[in-house]
């Protein structure tokens, strides 16, 4: 056995050293020529084969189903059975491993994790792939700079101020701590003041208004700089036994560093981006907050937090940056009066980078809005815009008339969506049934969306030109056997999966009148209700989730690169196992639309 076997490939890679060893004892290196059958429906695999050379085209009642690469192993479920439920033929001169089938059976034995990626149904192995996951987040965070974690601003007061109004401002700016300066020494020295200090001012038995703070400050301050490493901070913290630093670049103060802020940074840095949203006085703050998500993002990503939890994650944290930024915007009156809501994936809670603006805005019958109500919306999606989420091509923002109306212009218009089985119509309706309230009345969009529901139509021919729209793109088959032919192909996540499997999950709760708005939740209620099976609710589940995973890596590191996100896949730079799920999610995707096709009777369309 040549000592070439790639155990960087899975599932190999999670194989130990005697184990590894085990396989380099019982492997060949086995020859099929161009269009020779490797394994029939029926026969009885006697090993398992790992690609070194060419492609293998695997058929099921003659349909090409998926393609084999170089590093790509079957037929580990065959092997398992006992018998290969499908035909295999080399597409072209084929050069591979064969590992005995006793070998393969000792190792699924002796190695859980290896037998859930060779043969396992999907769920298993994304199970496996998330205990492989590396990374570690708190090494991550404690490399993060200073100025990424809460930085509070720091007040200054004069060294003669009495300590009961340095109380107040405590109060007043929910504050522990002032900095104190005193000009009387040359030079000038700078202090702190802290709520320790207060406490020996109390025991000291002199009236509060008559003891100045510059007494009892300390003047030796800690300082760190901007630019520092978090974890660097924390350790200065803990030699020098305080809780806080001061955080300057030369002369110039940036403000206090707490201890319980560091500790808050490296548990969840979402907790501190909320607090600064909530603190916000203006957009120009709101603006810092919301550069800190991608961040965030990739932080946990990275540290192996799903990616369903990171989407809820940011799903709040937007609507808190949104609805911040309306109060700020908007007048309180306006705000009370209406529901402000977003749509598409950040409306079903599926977004994880920033993408285009979808929003719009429903107003209380009868009540009048601002004259200038064209100009609060305007600025509105210019704030968003400089948050870093671009204006919508086609008009769907509340900046557009179209997208803010009252309640009952709303619902007629909803009801005309629904009636009019028109592109533009059915677009619409599938983007406001994704609508999800971020600020204001959120009652008056649940009344236009159940108004929505209460009129939805029985009509086959309605819901499968509705449904129809999952075949947009083509065929994701198509695609993959393009990926082997040019390694440089581009898969865009979007059209090929997520898009075919949130739509389709939308066209059976448009068909089931279900309000749940979030793909996930929609698929839950499906299978209560019978719609789907168990089983098919749990792996269109699984396969949106890996789907989100890879995008969301391949985001993070065209951001790396300092390139625009693109939202395509390089498959260049996809795993073998990766490679491996993507066969499998793209196969539930097709198994999912067949079945669509068949309850719509889209084919009489």
Known sequence: MPN???FSASPFDSLTQHEQRLVRDHVDVVYFRADEVVLDVGAVPAHLFVVIKGYVNQLDADELTTTYGPDDCFDGRGLVAGKASSRFVAAEEVVAYALARHTVQELIAANATFGALLFSDLGAKLSAAGQRQSGNELQALNMARVDQAFVRPAHVVDAGTDVVSVVRLFQQERTTNVL?????????????????????AILSGRPLDQIPVGELSNYSLITVRPGDQVGDALAIMLRHHIHRVVVADGERIHGVLEALDVFSFLSNHSMLITLRINDAENIDELAVAAAQLTGMIGRQF????????????????NARLFDRAWQLIAPAELVANSCLFVMGSEGRGEQLLKTDQDNGLVLRDGYAPPADLPGICERFSDALARFGYPPCPGGIMVSNPAWRMSAADFAQTARRWLAMPEADSLMNLAIFMDAHAVSGDARLLDAVKASLMQMATDSDALLARFASAIDAFGGSVGWWNRLLGDAGERLNLKKEGIF???????????AGRLDATGTVERIEALVQRGDLSADMGRELTESLHFFMSLKLKAGLAELDRQQPVSGAVDAKALSS????????TLGVVKRFKAQLHHRFKMNAL
Request: glycine share 8%.
């Open 4 to 6: 070439a076997f790639n």
């Open 577 to 584: 196992f990766e490679r491996d799920l993507l066969k499998d």
């Open 500 to 510: 075919p499997l949130v739509h389709g999950v939308r066209s059976l709760a448009l």
């Open 302 to 317: 990275r540290s192996g937090t799903r990616v369903g939890l990171i989407a809820r994650m940011v799903q709040d944290l």
């Open 180 to 200: 104190v300066q005193d000009g009387r020494q040359q030079p000038p020295r700078l202090g702190i003041f802290t709520t320790n200090a207060l406490q020996r």
